[in-house]
T-cell receptor
Framework: ETGVTQTPRHLVMGMTNKKSLKCEQHLGHNAMYWYKQSAKKPLELMFV???????ENNSVPSRFSPECPNSSHLFLHLHTLQPEDSALYLCASSPTPQGSEQYFGPGTRLTVT | GESVGLHLPTLSVQEGDNSIINCAYS??????FIWYKQESGKGPQFIIDIRSNMDKRQGQRVTVLLNKTVKHLSLQIAATQPGDSAVYFCAENSPNSGYALNFGKGTSLLVTP
């Protein structure tokens, strides 16, 4: 198992719900990421944080709202999602935000009903 | 546009044989490459990486080869074991792609006894 943990592992939510995904890294890394993994698609980068500052937002709809209170924790706040948002949401961390290996958590399997 | 892709979506090998998983990339500015393994229900796991100033790098039972002339990357797994069964992703990063690791769609490796 990696040093990146994610909770919850599974989440089912209605389109009007508000929920949050949590990620914690125990590796002392400076960068953290949110990815979306859908069936038969490559991993899609959503957000990048470097030293708690958001440095990249890949045209993600505003119904996804990230938060990075410190370099070890990352949240993804979800509200008024659509069924097509159902996917595996992966958190990752890396020593630096570019050109270094990223270590992934186990992911949160999200189902929007 | 720039892309990272895999030659074969599935690969079946016998236990004990060597496996070769291929990846093509199109961005001539790519300078960092990485291979991940993803087992069912888990997040991607870092296997090995290589920078563009190298042609070959070896790890434990794995070797990555980089041919910059034809923009080709391969992962060789020696003495493949049932535990190697998983989806394998290549990814690349370049100075002009920002913080994103650009992932391919993945190759499913099945090891048969």
């Amino acid at each position: 198992e990696t040093g990146v943990t994610q909770t919850p592992r599974h989440l089912v939510m209605g389109m009007t719900n508000k929920k949050s995904l949590k990620c914690e890294q125990h590796l002392g890394h400076n960068a953290m990421y949110w990815y979306k993994q859908s069936a038969k698609k490559p991993l899609e980068l959503m957000f990048v944080y470097s030293l708690e500052e958001r440095v990249e937002n890949n045209s993600v709809p505003s119904r996804f709202s990230p938060e990075c209170p410190n370099s070890s924790h990352l949240f993804l706040h979800l509200h008024t999602l659509q069924p097509e948002d159902s996917a595996l949401y992966l958190c990752a961390s890396s020593p630096t935000p570019q050109g270094s290996e990223q270590y992934f958590g186990p992911g949160t399997r999200l189902t929007v009903t | 546009g720039e892309s990272v892709g895999l030659h074969l979506p599935t690969l079946s090998v016998q236990e004990g044989d060597n496996s070769i998983i291929n990846c093509a990339y199109s961005n001539s500015a790519s300078d960092y490459f990485i291979w991940y393994k993803q087992e069912s229900g888990k997040g991607p796991q870092f296997i090995i990486d290589i920078r563009s100033n190298m042609d070959k790098r070896q790890g434990q039972r794995v070797t990555v080869l980089l041919n910059k002339t034809v923009k080709h990357l391969s992962l060789q797994i020696a003495a493949t074991q049932p535990g190697d069964s998983a989806v394998y992703f290549c990814a690349e990063n370049s100075p002009n792609s920002g913080y994103a690791l650009n992932f391919g769609k993945g190759t499913s490796l099945l090891v048969t006894p």
